[in-house]
């Protein structure tokens, strides 16, 4: 076939036929806008856009007032370790009012209201502690429900071994609360095995179970005739919390 003869079977496309597809190239864009903007302009797509906007920013402020008291208490507690640590002979606080935050001592009847036989209905711990790994001081404030009494050189103790997760000297010469004195019974361990924690138990059968989140420490203590285990996974259930909020 001669090459005229292909021109005339399959003519080019002129100017005015490529302009014609410009044109609709164009009407399709002007018409995919005014959807965009008909969409977006809509009230309810405003509306479900406000939503979302709100609940990102409650979400943000929710974290925001939950990390804030815990911070302001690790820099308390920073404070009064750098201070003691620079003057042996410095005064610490007699109790915790200025450390403690009522916003934590629902933590403690949490970890007493889930401590429960299903059973029998039967509460398996009835007092625990929440304490800061720095200096072994209550996060809560004195008056809270469920506490236990927890002296301030027992919660040092406590927070130095834990720190260092080396349980040598707990195991050695026993763990102290509340001027009570337990024989350390087993080390618990977290993820990968990391020591996270101890169980301590008395001759007349009382438990306490005792571990750390990444700045505080949970403790549980459980009654003679108390299944210890459910007390622990209690106290696991209270240091998840803190650890899912970078506590």
């Given at each position: 076939?001669?090459?005229r003869d292909i021109i005339a079977e399959y003519p080019l496309i002129g100017d005015e036929s490529m302009d014609d597809v410009g044109n609709q190239n164009s009407d399709v864009e002007h018409t995919a806008v005014a959807a965009n903007s008909a969409r977006w302009g809509s009230p309810s797509f405003r509306a479900r856009a406000a939503a979302t906007v709100a609940l990102v920013l409650g979400v943000v402020a929710v974290a925001a007032l939950v990390s804030l008291p815990v911070q302001l208490l690790v820099n308390r507690e920073t404070q009064i370790l750098g201070?003691?640590?620079?003057?042996?002979?410095?005064?610490?606080?007699s109790d915790a009012t200025s450390l403690g935050s009522y916003l934590f001592d629902s933590y403690l009847t949490s970890i007493t209201g889930n401590a429960v036989d299903e059973?029998?209905?039967?509460?398996?711990?009835?007092?625990?502690?929440?304490?800061g790994l720095n200096t072994g001081m209550p996060w809560t404030t004195p008056d809270a429900?469920?506490?236990?009494?927890?002296?301030?050189?027992?919660?040092g103790t406590l927070a130095a071994?834990?720190?260092?997760?080396?349980?040598?000297?707990l195991k050695?010469?026993?763990?102290?609360?509340?001027?009570?004195?337990y024989d350390f019974d087993?080390?618990?361990?977290?993820?990968?095995?990391?020591?996270n924690g101890a169980v301590g138990k008395r001759r007349n059968?009382?438990?306490?179970?005792?571990?750390?989140?990444?700045?505080?420490?949970?403790?549980g203590h459980s009654c003679a005739s108390c299944d210890v285990g459910i007390t622990s996974r209690a106290v696991t259930n209270i240091v998840g919390a803190l650890e899912s909020h970078a506590m």
């Open positions: 076939m001669a090459s201070a003691s640590s620079s003057s042996p002979n410095a005064a610490e606080p059973m029998t209905g039967a509460e398996q711990c009835d007092r625990a502690a929440l304490l429900k469920k506490q236990m009494a927890v002296k301030m050189g027992e919660g071994a834990l720190r260092s997760r080396d349980l040598s000297g050695r010469d026993g763990i102290f609360l509340e001027g009570n004195r087993k080390t618990m361990t977290g993820y990968k095995g990391i020591i059968g009382e438990h306490v179970t005792i571990q750390r989140s990444r700045h505080g420490i949970v403790i």
